[in-house]
């Protein structure tokens, strides 16, 4: 059975949620995730990785602008790990999550693309 090429999507929200567990991660045991702010002020966005059960550990904070977007990929998961979203403003951020290849980078785009 192929695995879709999205693994999860959604929006954040105002408290800490499992964006993905380890168990739904593709096999390559990578993956990126794509943030994007719908609304229209800033939001800080913090996406934090849990290893086997343990302490939550930030991956990445990022303040986004109204229409900008950051990509974090290459993010290594394996099966106990959980993968954790939040955001100033509830329902504005946009996410979804993919396979990634690669090591760890973090790409953000403005209004333009850029």
């Not at 943030?35 to 302490?55: A, C, K, P, W, Y």
């Amino acid at each position: 059975m192929a695995r879709p090429l999205t693994l999860a999507d959604g929006q954040l929200g105002t408290t800490a949620a499992t964006l993905l567990p380890g168990a739904d991660a593709p096999q390559s045991g990578r993956v990126e995730v794509t943030l994007q702010n719908t609304g229209d002020s800033e939001e800080t966005v913090v996406l934090t990785f849990q290893r086997s059960g343990g302490t939550a550990r930030r991956l990445v904070q990022v303040k986004l602008q109204e229409d900008e977007q950051a990509i974090v990929s290459g993010v290594a998961m394996q099966p106990d790990d959980t993968l954790r979203g939040v955001t100033t403003t509830a329902s504005v951020v946009d996410y979804t999550v993919n396979a990634s290849v690669g090591r760890l980078m973090v790409d953000v785009l403005d209004a333009s693309g850029t």
